[in-house]
């Protein structure tokens, strides 16, 4: 029940924060504003989204990629790419509050917040 409330008060935060920032109606009104990234970005930003830990999130995941990002004709270095463990990732990560706790323990052991970012995101 409380992975549930966690997973709706995500998708609620993350839908406000599209709402307030203008991104779902800019995206909404011809997608010219969508942001442009290169065809191995864009995959791997769909593909991140197998690491949530359930299929609505998947889903949210991979919906809120298709509104927000378009393939470009080049890579877009702004995005925040990265990979450990195996693990390629781009953007900012919506990480449950495990996940969260996951990465506040992993950096008191001596961990990099971006390389324990990226582990608790795929493997918890």
Do not use: H, W
Not at 50 to 63: H, I, K, L, P, V
Not at 101 to 109: E, N
């Amino acid at each position: 029940m409380k992975r549930i409330i966690a997973v709706v008060a995500l998708l609620m935060i993350t839908t406000v924060g599209l709402v307030a920032t203008g991104t779902m109606a800019q995206t909404k009104s011809g997608g010219s504003k969508k942001i442009p990234v290169s065809e191995s970005q864009y995959q791997t930003l769909l593909d991140q989204c197998g690491y949530a830990n359930t299929a609505q999130r998947r889903a949210a995941c991979r919906s809120t990629v298709k509104e927000n990002y378009r393939v470009g004709p080049e890579e877009n270095p702004n995005l925040d790419c990265r990979s450990y463990a195996g693990v390629s990732v781009c953007g900012k990560l919506q990480l449950t509050p495990a996940e969260r706790q996951c990465v506040r323990d992993s950096v008191q052991k001596g961990l990099t917040y971006r390389r324990a970012e990226v582990e608790c995101y795929a493997f918890t």
